[in-house]
């Protein structure tokens, strides 16, 4: 646009000195150069560096020059305000999560007394694009990105009995078969025993469900997953795991052929082939609890008395998006998701799930507030973040330093 300008200002002294033939050349040139109308294109070339009288003062038209637009903005201050207390409350998601979610999660808001906005803002809220929302919460919007270490070791044992998975053999259409894995809060230092959560991720609907443990241990790993299975509003069908120990191990294997659960497992070294439950393991665990170390039953407590309201919050509140369909385009890839909606909406439209299970999560969900849930949620946040103080470090530095001294001197 500012080469166009830059040619119409310097080929229109020459337009306006010439006569009407070479008018025509000029002005066709201009046409070919910044492929103008010719209509618009003799505008400006005759109407740049012309003197105008609106008053008192002179005036000269340029065409660089972009006239400001002043027009009063149609989302005012009252609407962002609304807007910020509403994405503050949704785990700061971006627009085309919040957008479709507004209109139920203001009713409930409304219900529970937790959110009182004029008619007017209201019917704002409600037309608003996903765009506008991003577009007006940039400001308020700060990126943290944080990145973990993977701690998972290799298990021999019974591997080669548990297949590896293929999709062919999964419907991922059906709820019930889910991606399983342990997320390490270690603090960064992998010495010594610390707390492990926990992370089932239904594949069909996105529902989530995390329980914290002391440790990787075979038999807590073991107690754990039957307590989850307990929490899921649909029949567990299929299992997924990684390759370590804590999964790959006869207990577990046992047990999913006495249920008549499929189990499989994914291949070595490759992160994407559990990319649902990789996923939870940043947007649902480390959003929620970060990344610190955790190592004392005080705060595998604490954990679990957040993940029992976080499942509340995340399944019944949050809006996940599915990927649709992937296409590549030369180096680009064209991805496409399904409107955003929330796990527990995505096992209502499931015609696979019982009508008493569905009639069991609506008298469920009619209790529940967002709002309060993340109160709550916030205060074991900050209960939590009062156990990891300084003497968690230096025994960690301590454990590493007798590892260390173990490793160099096995004698």
Known sequence: MQQRQAVVAKMASRYQRSRKKEKSVILSELVELTEYSRVYARRVLRQHGQRIKPGKQALVVDVRLRPQRHRAPFYDEKVKAVLIKIWRMMDYICGKRLQPALPELLTVLERHNELRCDRLTKQKLLRISAATIDRLLRPERRKHELRGQARTKPGTLLKHQIPIRTFAEWNEQQPGFGEIDLVGHDGGVAAGEYCQTLDLTDVATTWTETMAVRNK????????????????????????????????????????????????????????????????????????????????????????????????????????????????????VKKRYDQALTPYQRVLQSKLVSKAKKEQLRNKYATLNPAALKRKLERVQQRLAKTTNKTNWRECARMVAVTTAQRTNPF
């Open 217 to 332: 241990a075979q038999a807590r790993v073991f107690e754990a997953l039957q307590k989850v299975r307990k929490n899921l509003p649909f029949p567990l069908l299929g299992l997924d795991s990684d390759n370590g120990s804590e999964f790959i191990n006869d207990e577990l294997l046992r047990y999913c052929k006495q249920e008549r659960i499929s189990f499989t497992r994914s291949r070595p070294y490759r992160k994407n082939d559990s990319c649902f439950v990789e996923q939870k393991n940043y947007s649902i665990v480390r959003r929620a609890v970060g990344y610190a170390r955790y190592d004392t039953e005080e705060q595998c407590q604490l954990l679990n008395e957040l993940y029992s309201y976080l499942r509340l919050y995340t399944n019944f509140f949050l809006p996940t998006m599915k990927l649709k369909s992937k296409e590549r385009v030369g180096s680009r």
